[in-house]
């Protein structure tokens, strides 16, 4: 039986052949400074992608957003993201708190810009992330923005200049 001390011991074996031959013993003390090539960025990678899988966020490609605002039956938030863009990830999490808040109020749709580039060169997508607000009213310009914008944020922008529900409160 091994004692405590010598299950905590580190691999003497040389960098190389602890990758490719060290005991289940070993791992927890070799893992945390040879995690794979990548590792933090393919979680990064899953936290923006899968929005869609936990709320009623939607992915979509240029025909399907042509078809959702052609169809549009509650307004819409586009949001134009790339998989490797830190400030894309954290969108995400406010739009899904934006999903969760208005329900079926509005409908989230998210774009890829790196497997869509032809919808972000025709709608002049340079700076990420970028929202771009569309309203039921069709005499009415979409909005746009670019940047990081908190949940809060986006939800009276929807409010106010979408669906017309907030009321103006009296300055005091």
Same mark, same amino acid.
């Given at each position: 039986?091994?004692?405590?001390?010598?299950?905590?011991?580190?691999? *003497? $074996?040389? +960098?190389?052949?602890? %990758?490719?031959?060290?005991?289940?013993?070993?791992?927890?003390?070799?893992? @945390?400074?040879?995690?794979?090539?990548?590792?933090?960025?393919?979680?990064?990678?899953?936290?923006?992608?899968?929005?869609?899988?936990?709320?009623?966020?939607?992915?979509?490609?240029?025909?399907?957003?042509? *078809? $959702?605002? +052609?169809?549009?039956? %509650?307004?819409?938030?586009?949001?134009?993201?790339?998989?490797?863009?830190? @400030?894309?990830?954290?969108?995400?999490?406010?739009?899904?708190?934006?999903?969760?808040?208005?329900?079926?109020?509005?409908?989230?749709?998210?774009?890829?810009?790196?497997?869509?580039?032809?919808?972000?060169?025709?709608?002049?997508?340079?700076?990420?992330?970028?929202?771009?607000?569309?309203?039921?009213?069709?005499?009415?310009?979409?909005?746009?923005?670019?940047?990081?914008?908190?949940?809060?944020?986006?939800?009276?922008?929807?409010?106010?200049?979408?669906?017309?529900?907030?009321?103006?409160?009296?300055?005091?």
């Amino acid at each position: 039986m091994h004692s405590v001390a010598a299950a905590r011991a580190p691999c *003497a $074996a040389p +960098l190389a052949v602890r %990758r490719a031959t060290c005991t289940p013993r070993c791992q927890p003390v070799v893992q @945390p400074w040879l995690r794979p090539a990548g590792a933090a960025i393919t979680k990064r990678r899953n936290i923006a992608a899968q929005a869609s899988k936990q709320t009623n966020i939607e992915q979509v490609d240029s025909e399907g957003l042509e *078809a $959702a605002i +052609l169809n549009r039956d %509650r307004p819409l938030i586009i949001d134009f993201y790339a998989t490797w863009c830190g @400030p894309c990830v954290l969108l995400a999490k406010e739009l899904e708190t934006v999903a969760e808040k208005m329900g079926d109020a509005v409908r989230i749709l998210k774009i890829d810009t790196d497997k869509n580039p032809d919808i972000s060169t025709q709608l002049q997508i340079h700076g990420l992330p970028t929202l771009i607000f569309v309203g039921m009213d069709a005499s009415k310009p979409a909005l746009r923005t670019e940047g990081l914008l908190p949940a809060q944020v986006i939800q009276e922008i929807v409010e106010r200049d979408l669906v017309g529900t907030v009321s103006e409160e009296p300055a005091q």
